[in-house]
């Protein structure tokens, strides 16, 4: 039964990045049957452990069928970050951030709270997919340069200018805001990964997000004790 909800799941978080009615894209049904069952098996399996035998199973079809589309098995991996960046990954993971960026929020904390929600939102709504690029990162340099590109970097640019704003308020303590960018990215990317990429099954208190919160804020705002070091 989990099995198939995690299907469901990841068709769902799947068809919401790509959009069959995009002409400038043409993906097929059987495109999207075979990316998805790819990422299935990929973030189960790993890549190097599955065949493309078995995502032609399935994804319900033939596996010449997967060669048709795609020359390799490394060619329908990068397909899938290539497929997402050139249809709608990057406007989908800066679209509710762009609206936060561009408010004028009341303090540090607002922001923070509004920054943590909206990306639990989009790392629960996407895991296996996230999963998959996550885990071959390291080996695929090509895959790592791409998704440096089209998402860490503009999203590194426009934060800055957010921490360079607070920096200016007061709120925040003057280091470098690329630092204060890698220590709320550390603490985000840590908790998330742990309980929506490698143990999902963790239970996760309601308190938790709160902490979370208190805890980034407690090392980089004024009234924490590193000011004082």
């Known amino acids: ?13 799947f068809k919401k990045l790509i959009s069959l009615d995009n002409i400038e ?10 990316l998805i069952a790819a990422i299935e098996l990929f973030s189960k399996k790993g890549y ?11 994804a319900k079809v033939a596996e010449g069928t997967i060669f048709r589309y795609y020359k390799t ?23 509710d951030f762009n609206e936060i960026l561009n408010k004028d929020h009341e303090n540090f904390e607002i922001f ?3 920054l943590v929600l909206n990306r639990k939102k989009f790392v629960s709504e ?4 996230l999963k998959v690029i996550i885990q071959e990162i390291p080996f695929h340099p090509e895959l790592r ?30 280091i470098p805001s690329t630092s204060i960018i890698n220590l709320i990215a ?8 742990l309980h929506y990429v490698a143990m999902p099954e963790l239970k996760q208190n309601e308190e938790d997000l709160d902490y979370l919160i208190q805890y980034i804020m407690n090392g980089i705002c004024k009234n924490s004790t590193l000011q004082n070091t």
């Open 48 to 58: 190097e452990a599955t065949a493309t035998s078995e995502i032609a199973k399935k």
């Open 1 to 13: 039964m989990k099995c198939e909800v995690d299907k469901l799941t990841i068709k769902k978080s």
């Open 25 to 34: 894209d043409g993906m097929t049904e059987k495109q999207i049957s075979i």
């Open 112 to 114: 923070l709270r509004k």
């Open 73 to 95: 098995k490394k060619d329908l991996l990068f397909a899938i970050p290539s497929v997402l960046s050139k249809a709608s990954l990057f406007e989908i993971f800066l679209d």
């Open 145 to 174: 340069n791409r998704i440096l590109g089209t998402v860490i970097l503009p999203t590194i640019n426009k934060l800055i200018k957010v921490i360079d704003k607070f920096k200016s308020q007061g709120e925040i303590i003057d």
């Open 126 to 129: 996407t895991a296996p997919i």
């Open 186 to 193: 550390t603490s985000l990317f840590g908790y998330f990964f």
